[in-house]
């Protein structure tokens, strides 16, 4: 039965070992009884519905009546219906995989079958291994397909992805990008500026991802000193150092196949980066003190608020690991740069902390206008903060301008009275010996730069108020050199 469609060395039929997709349906469409048996045997082993034709029409009344995932289709030589039901099926069935099956002579014809939307083709005769490795591509696309769909509608009807929270620009076009990145198991490096949540992306990649049941294992490269780090990564024997009274694997192992999440990979030292690329690479460790090599599986995803590519130029971080690491570079936005998420995330926060303490706060609307000013250095790890800092000031469910944290109280008394100043100036308004509200300002910032010889740092912190804003109000006043500028 499977000579008329498969090599001959494939006579024995050996099951793969790879898990089958569960009750995908294939449709087999060729006038041979003898192929469309044998490629229906082996399909329902491997965990298919199948259905089978040896007709074109009949095909596509199968089709209408209940479409299938994957359509098997024969290209007799010289027939062009075959390539006119590819051409309809795509138009009406986008999502359904095309497989097309063509004799040796007519090797041309399955490149025009990939021209009108066959996204693979078999050359008869075939091995029961090639059928078997064809269908499993079509179902490993048709899976990732699904799930990026899935995940793309998800984000459409709810205000973030998981535990991320934003609407803005910025925030959808992560989105788009991470519904792609968490169907593969490539490399991902996270960048971003300190409190921008890469954490929380590495792990929202790992728990959309299809490796989600395995373990997430974070290691924060910053935070622990050399020894530390490669006994942590690598594992170690039992003896390799004092204390170390018994062997143990260390977290590239542990995953099984996991996310190991490196924080902070900038802070690797030169020796260590050239470890973690071996290990990369040759997919394998040798824990410390041992002589033998273990295997390794793990899908790793570094983050770092550092430049690495300037790294890199200084000779401080290696360029084939920083390659190694960039297969898919994800840059955060910074807060200030999608302020219309904070009214978002400090509801976010303020309904976990609700949660937490059985009382219900809401943001008073001169409280709200105040954050919505401010640049966030710290970015949602401060506005985090604050939100704890202003429940735990509170005297009521409603939180003011005066429980926010000192820098932001500052800065909302400033703008009422630059807003009051301004309203007085329109209305022709005139006090003699007062100085408006913004005249003041300058000179404060320029007298205490000018006081501390140039120091805007240590200005912007005598001043109360951040270097950035400083820096700002500088350019605002056309002013380069505060010293020159006399």
Known sequence: MLEAAFHPRAMEFIPKNS????????????????????????????????????????????????????????????????????????????????????????????????????????????????????LDRAAASLTTDTATRQLRERLRLSEGLGSMIGR????????????????????????GESGTGKELVARTIHAYGPNAQKPFLPVDCGSLVPTLIESELFGYVKG?????????????????????????????????????????????????GATHRIPIKARIVAATNRDLAAMVECGTFRKDLFYRLNVVNLRLPALRDRREDIPLLAAHFLDRISREHGAKFTMSDEALRTMMRHDWPGNVRELENAMERACAMSSGPVLHLGDLPTQLQQQGLAAHRAAGA????????????????????R??????????????????????????????????????????DE
């Open 422 to 441: 301004t309203d007085d100036a329109q209305s022709g308004a005139e006090t003699p010996g007062v100085k408006p509200l913004a005249d003041l300002e």
């Open 168 to 191: 803005s620009v910025e925030m959808e076009k992560l989105y788009r990008i991470l519904s792609k990145v968490a169907q593969s198991t490539h490399p991902v490096l996270i960048l």
């Open 19 to 134: 898990e089958p997709v569960p009750r995908l349906h294939l449709l087999v469409v060729d006038a041979d009884v003898a192929v469309r048996s044998a490629c229906g045997e082996i399909a329902t082993s491997l965990g298919y519905a199948v259905d089978s034709t040896g007709d074109l029409d009949q095909a596509r009344s199968l089709l209408r009546g209940h479409a299938a995932d994957i359509l098997l289709v024969n290209l007799p030589f010289g027939n062009s219906r075959a390539l006119e039901l590819i051409s309809e099926v795509k138009l009406l069935y986008p999502r359904l995989s095309v497989i097309a099956m063509t004799a040796t002579s007519s090797v041309n014809a399955a490149v025009e079958a990939m021209r009108c939307g066959a996204s693979d083709y078999l050359t008869k005769p075939f091995a029961v291994d090639e059928l078997s490795t064809v």
């Open 240 to 288: 390799a150092f004092t204390g170390a009274n018994r062997s143990k694997d260390g977290l590239l192992v542990s995953a099984e196949g996991g996310t190991v999440f490196l924080d902070e990979i900038g802070e690797l030292s030169l020796d260590l980066q050239a470890k973690l690329l071996r290990a990369l690479q040759e997919k394998e460790v040798r824990p410390v």
């Open 443 to 484: 000179e404060a910032i320029l007298g205490a730069i000018r006081a501390l010889n140039g120091d805007k740092l240590q200005a912007a912190k005598l001043l109360g108020i951040g270097k950035t804003t400083l820096y700002r109000k500088l350019k605002e006043y056309g002013i380069a050199d505060p010293l020159q």
